[in-house]
């Protein structure tokens, strides 16, 4: 996904040819973190997305994640697979090449003649020569003749550098510009100091407080300030950093143990000692390891090529990294967290870095799903954020941030709620989601509702009166107050407040152009903006056209499909997107913005699953009586729009959505409406997966007769009886049990057709 702010992407062709990764391998890994390619989707640049990505070294959720950078500092494209050449190993917090990263610094291993700036420094290197797992990076400097490792844990990491003989090895410590201090102690072998750059949404007292500690003594000590190199052992200014040098043997090996924190340089000493300590390189690396192969075991594959269990359980990894923890443990072992809504320490969760417009899709109801009790922690989080800052966050990195559009936390916090996860505030949460609908932060307007006053009096957003992607906000505020409506249902609320939002969840039919079957700009004064194309991207809508985004009615897709004409009109509708060739209107944007040209060459017509809106469209066949073509469309994306390799996705990877997309359609079913507890069937890619769920219980999806040809479900079985439906429940799933999809290599047109098989719609509630 590109964010509406950046409107002058240029296009380019691009290559169809995949790029060979490090972690290809001729055997079947015994280890599913050998499954993992972190360069997944690294070869991407400004103009043209295949994930945009960047292989984050982590733990699952890790308040902190390193990363090799290859371009230049402040640079949102950190590392290009297309790179030759490395500059440092940065500690990183980016969600997204467009919102950029904060509290950024690294380390860097130079020999001979001392260079410390970032393009001078920066070493040679190849993919040959390079190792990437989920839990452990290493790299060969050819410059330097310097081999580079390191393994994280949630705020800590262990570094290893291999040296040469040479009688001036150093290791730099970047501290990084928009203000930094580093102060170097070498009676205690320890670089320790702060960095404070950003690119927004942090208090005026944001600091990430830093401390390393070698194993090797110090023979030289300098401090860069700015540009100038300095004999002195601290230096405060807008750009400093740290050089400690030292004598090697050949083959001498450095370790490096660091940690950081948000709250003090004190709780960053605390950090270290607590997750690293005395353990060794190998034992940090060992337990890494451990913790995610625990988490990728969780779903179990067999059967399908390597090359798919490759690019399944690289999509897992990247669902598994965000939202970050952004909290610590103090001394007495509490959990508090700096506020980067307020800057102050306080008690209680905080998690960041995550933009629910991607994710409220199928990255937190598969957290529903699998992780109930992180779940659980990511509410009492919103909650702290809503006290804190006023506002439900709508982007945070780390605090609030002005990019997309919606009021998507009140899915997130019905699908929690809804599903029976427990632990939290609920009710200031639903305080929190009506404030929402009443209004918007006045300097941040992706925060709360901008164009709320018009919405709550007209039933829409006008678009003849200021606000951008009026028909989009409509849209996704009729699905909020759905997700409202049936939260207060559930609490009890007054029953003239459970009808306001039951009203107002109806609102799509408001932007509905009854003459094109498509959704539309109105203007104030109730008729519709004129003249209008459905290949117009932006405009009235986000980051894509009406194609795409009138069927974001994800709470009543039976009444879409009766104002549409009924079945054969709707299934029409749905062919069109996929026959109508990939033109398209860039006027809006005054250039073809990178969705744009994923959409054109991705061959599928004017679907363009490279970005969120339309991603779930595929499903929508079970609302009628041809769920065959979902099964043929969910295949299709599966096996011709990802893998494993460099360039394996097919837009922007976006905190985990792209990757939850294919987990979720990879297992043969997907949360087409996030606060209803039903996932909508699609076409299994394995021949068997074996879920286990955290209350114990193991769901397992069997898929007999399954191969690349059989994508059509002719029969389902659950637990043992005859199926029909064409969705699964939330309970059906967490009680464990065994589905059994027997495939075949032609539809059958029987099977789910009747509207007792249909998934949930608002409209049946009426009938």
């Known amino acids: 996904m590109k964010y509406f702010l950046m409107f002058c992407l240029g296009a380019i062709l691009f290559s169809c040819t ?230 090697t043997q050949k083959g001498e090996e450095v370790n490096v143990k660091l940690a950081s924190s948000f709250i003090s340089a004190e709780q960053a000493e605390l950090n270290l000692s607590r997750e690293i300590g005395n353990k060794s390189f190998e034992a940090i690396k060992a337990e890494s390891e451990q913790i995610w192969e625990k988490e990728l075991g969780r779903i179990k594959v067999e059967g399908g090529s390597e090359a798919e269990q490759k690019t399944f359980y690289s999509c897992l990894y990247r669902t598994l990294l965000f939202p970050r923890k952004f909290y610590e443990f103090d001394a007495d072992n509490n959990i508090v967290h700096y506020s980067p809504y307020n800057g102050e320490v306080l008690p209680g969760y905080m998690f960041t870095d995550n933009g629910f417009w991607d994710t409220f899709r199928a990255v937190f109801p598969f957290f529903t799903l699998m992780y109930p009790d992180l779940n659980s922690q990511i509410m009492e989080g919103l909650v702290n954020t809503y006290k804190e800052s006023g506002w439900l966050p709508e982007w945070a990195s780390p605090g609030h941030r002005g990019c997309m559009i919606g009021s998507n936390s009140a899915s997130l916090i019905a699908d929690s709620y809804l599903k029976g996860i427990r632990g939290y505030d609920i009710e200031t949460l639903y305080e929190a989601m009506i404030k929402n609908t009443n209004g918007y932060m006045e300097d941040i307007h992706s925060v709360g509702r901008y164009g709320a006053e018009y919405y709550n009096k007209l039933g829409y957003v006008p678009y003849n009166v200021g606000i951008n992607e009026n028909t989009a906000r409509t849209l996704e505020y009729a699905y909020a107050d759905y997700c409202i409506w049936k939260l207060a249902q559930e609490l009890g609320k007054p029953q003239e407040e459970i009808d306001l939002f039951k009203q107002r969840a109806r609102n799509f039919h408001n932007v509905y152009d009854a003459e094109s079957k498509l959704m539309r700009g109105k203007n104030e004064d109730g008729t519709f903006q004129s003249p209008f194309s459905p290949y117009k991207w932006g405009d009235a809508f986000t980051e894509g056209n009406s194609w795409h985004y009138t069927w974001s009615v994800f709470q009543d897709i039976e009444g879409l499909k009766q104002l549409m004409g009924g079945n054969d009109e709707f299934v029409a509708m749905l062919d069109s997107v996929f026959v109508v060739p990939p033109i398209f209107d860039d006027s809006y944007y005054g250039g073809t913005i990178h969705e744009i040209r994923e959409m054109q060459i991705a061959g599928m017509g004017n679907y363009a699953h490279g970005n969120q809106p339309i991603q779930h469209m595929i499903y929508l066949y079970n609302y009628s009586d041809q769920p065959w073509k979902t099964q043929a469309h969910v295949r299709e994306v599966l096996t011709k729009l990802y893998s494993y390799q460099a360039d394996g996705y097919c837009g922007d990877e976006d905190n985990g959505q792209t990757s939850a997309w294919y987990v979720f359609s990879s297992m043969g079913f997907y949360p087409v409406c996030p606060g209803t507890d039903e996932y909508v069937l699609g076409s299994p890619l394995f021949n068997k997966i074996t879920v286990t769920l955290e209350n114990g219980n193991e769901f397992v999806i069997d898929a007999t007769n399954n191969s690349k040809e059989n994508v059509y479900v002719n029969d389902v079985k659950l637990n043992g009886e005859s199926y029909n439906k064409n969705f699964l429940k939330h309970a059906t799933i967490q009680n464990g049990g065994e589905v059994v999809f027997d495939m075949a290599n032609k539809p059958n047109k029987t099977r789910g057709t009747e509207t007792s098989s249909f998934p949930y719609s608002m409209t049946f509630d009426e009938e």
Not at 96 to 102: A, E, L, M, Q, R
């Open 18 to 247: 995949s790029k060979v990764s490090t972690q290809s391998t001729t055997t079947t890994p015994t280890k599913l973190v050998d499954l993992v390619n972190p360069l997944m989707g690294t070869d991407s640049e400004f103009k043209l997305s295949n994930g945009n990505t960047y292989p984050a070294i982590a733990r699952p959720w890790g308040m902190n994640f390193w990363t090799p950078q290859t371009g230049r500092m402040g640079d949102g494209w950190g590392y290009t697979y297309d790179s030759y050449k490395i500059q440092g190993f940065k500690q990183t917090h980016q969600p997204s090449p467009w919102i950029n990263d904060y509290a950024a610094f690294s380390l860097m291993p130079v020999t001979g003649e001392l260079k410390f700036k970032g393009a001078e420094r920066a070493s040679w290197f190849s993919h040959k020569a390079e190792v990437a797992q989920p839990h452990y990076y290493k790299v060969y400097l050819a410059d330097y003749d310097v081999t580079t490792e390191f393994t994280p844990t949630d705020r800590a990491v262990s570094f290893r550098f291999t040296f040469p003989e040479n009688d001036e090895s150093y290791i730099l410590l970047d501290a990084f510009d928009g203000g930094s201090m580093v102060k170097i102690i070498p009676e205690e072998r320890k670089i320790i100091g702060y960095c404070q750059n950003n690119h927004g949404g942090v208090p005026a007292n944001f600091k990430n407080y830093f401390v390393a500690v070698f194993d090797k003594d110090f023979e030289v000590v300098k401090t860069w300030k700015d540009e100038n190199l300095q004999e002195s052992a601290e230096a405060q200014s807008f750009h400093v950093g740290g050089i400690v040098g030292f004598k």
